[in-house]
Nanobody, 119 residues
Framework: QVQLVESGGGVVQAGGSLRLSCTAS????????MGWYRQAPGKARDLVAA???????IYGDSVKGRFTISRDGVKNTVYLQMDDLKPEDTALYFC?????????????WGQGTQVTVSS
């Protein structure tokens, strides 16, 4: 069973920063694009940021310039540095590992970590 272990959520005031971490097994980490999604109550789960083993990361429009995703291949961990947080960033944040094989795509999810930004 694939496990993605998340940490780093919490409560922060608007303008503050948080860093989320997600650790996967070496096998999954090296073969997957790693990303973060978020879901606010009553809303769909949206992409926040994603990064493959190579190439440039991608970001959701609402977080560009404020959030940074990075991968640590030694620790098999993906980070999401969130700066200048806004109340609208409040959501449950999920780590995602997406592994592609010819003809198949496999998505693995963490349990979610809550981020709450107070105004």
């Amino acid at each position: 069973q694939v496990q993605l272990v998340e940490s780093g959520g919490g409560v922060v005031q608007a303008g503050g920063s948080l860093r989320l971490s997600c650790t996967a097994s070496q096998t999954i980490f090296r073969s997957s694009a790693m990303g973060w999604y978020r879901q606010a109550p009553g809303k769909a789960r949206d992409l926040v940021a994603a990064a493959g083993a190579a190439g440039s990361p991608i970001y959701g429009d609402s977080v560009k310039g404020r959030f940074t995703i990075s991968r640590d291949g030694v620790k098999n961990t993906v980070y999401l540095q969130m700066d200048d947080l806004k109340p609208e960033d409040t959501a449950l944040y999920f780590c995602n590992a997406r592994r592609r094989e010819p003809g198949n795509t496999y998505d693995y999810w963490g349990q979610g970590t809550q981020v709450t930004v107070s105004s």
